[in-house]
């Protein structure tokens, strides 16, 4: 954080101050990537010269430095561009006058080389990254709208020159209530006493009663194990069973079904170890990290095994929990990405410690965790 500050602090000092320097540098080093980099960079490095980064032109080629910051006469570089020793560089077409005498005043004010990266656009013209800012809600639609979302609807509607839909009969009201919080269609019976239920709060009471249903998780728990690439079976040719995936299937449910804080839920997943290592339950969450594809498909690979493995805790968490997929940067940075190659393994160092292990199943139950299978495996443990 402070060192971000610091660089941040540092180039808003260079543009108030440096733009002059800051246009020299910026010249100097598009002369060097463009009449250079082909036969001095790190995969092309002749007689040993690599002009991509300040610290290996300092340290120069086979010959020494190339570069003495703050004395262009001396430095090999600026030598060999004005052909004053028996090196002609670039060795074809010279370079013009004019690039000459660019390089020279660079070389004399230090050579400063603020990285040129495939940075991103400042932060703050990205959408995605927008604090939300409250809207004000409309005034339209007073008779018709029940809630302030109704009057952003009607709204969007007033302006397209449409009407709101009529409202819906109370056996389809029902079965959208159903659908939408369980996923299951009302009894007959159930239709018919919301029909005849003449209170004021019908229908306030049914969605009370559906969202405190055990099937609101497990419908709406599903939409999660959705995102978070869940499997009872790890893919690929194999598809071997993941035997202890349905443990954090229903701790994903129980999670929604007990109204679990979302931060909670975050934390348990990430890092339910970590932050709560005497909590078994908590631990389970955590499973979020073992119930993805198989990634050691190579035998007697192991270290190509962890690095997929790796790569696909820092591709589902940040899809996941950060809302942005971060995969590419797996291999390249991007033009117009935020995240850099450099910031993904740096997200990769976080997880890479992980050791698998398995939370003992007798803690589990006695938190609550007693589902048949539980007691069922239980039961076999102490037999065997
Ligand atoms: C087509 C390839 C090519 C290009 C382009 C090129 N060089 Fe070179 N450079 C070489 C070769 C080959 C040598 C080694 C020459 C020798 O040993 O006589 C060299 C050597 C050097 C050295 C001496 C390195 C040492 O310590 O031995 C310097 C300095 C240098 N080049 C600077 C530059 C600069 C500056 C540019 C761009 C303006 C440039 N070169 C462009 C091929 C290239
Ligand atoms: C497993 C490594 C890897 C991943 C992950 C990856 N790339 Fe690439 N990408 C490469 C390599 C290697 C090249 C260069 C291929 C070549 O030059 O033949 C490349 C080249 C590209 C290029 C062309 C660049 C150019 O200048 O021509 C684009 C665009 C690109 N990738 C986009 C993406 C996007 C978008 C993603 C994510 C959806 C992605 N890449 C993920 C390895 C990867």
Known sequence: MRNSALKAFWVLLAAVNLTAAEETQDR??????????????KAASMSGLDLSTRESALKG???????????????????????TTPLAMPPTKSLAEADIEVLRPWIEAGAPWVQQTASPAPAST???FQKPVRPEVPTSGQTWSRNAI?????????????????????????????????????????????????SPDAYSKRVDQLLASPHYGEKW?????????YSDTAGFELDSYIADAWRYRDWVI????????????????????????????????????????????????????????????VD??????????AGCARCHDHKFDPISQRDYYRVQAVFAPFVK???????????????????RELKLREIG
Not at 28 to 41: F, K, V
Not at 159 to 188: C, F, I, Q, S, V
Not at 265 to 274: H, P, V, W
């Open 28 to 41: 100097a080093l598009a002369i060097l990537r463009d009449n250079c980099l082909a036969c001095h960079s």
């Open 254 to 313: 129980q999670s929604f079904n007990n109204d679990k804080p979302y931060d909670r839920f975050i934390r348990e997943q990430i890092a339910g170890d970590e932050f709560f290592p005497e909590d078994p339950v908590a631990q389970t969450g955590t499973g979020f990290f073992c119930v993805g594809p198989n990634r050691d498909l190579f035998p007697d690979q192991s270290d190509i095994n962890r690095e997929e493995t790796l790569t696909d805790f």
């Open 221 to 229: 728990g599903r939409h999660w194990l959705d995102l978070v690439r």
């Open 316 to 325: 589902t968490t940040s899809s996941v929990f950060l809302g942005l997929t």
């Open 61 to 83: 080629g086979q010959r020494g430095p190339a570069i003495v910051p703050g004395r262009a006469s001396d430095s090999r570089l600026y030598q060999a561009v004005r052909r």
């Open 126 to 128: 990205w959408w995605a």
């Open 357 to 375: 292990t398995r939370v003992p199943l007798d803690r589990l139950t006695s938190l609550g965790f007693e589902t048949a299978e539980n007691v």
């Open 150 to 198: 109704d009057k952003f609807v009607f709204k969007k509607l007033a302006e397209n020159g449409l009407k709101p839909a009529l409202p819906a009969n109370r056996p389809t009201l029902l079965r959208r209530l159903y659908y939408d919080l369980t996923g299951l269609p009302p009894t007959a019976e159930e239709v018919r006493a919301f029909v005849e239920d003449p």
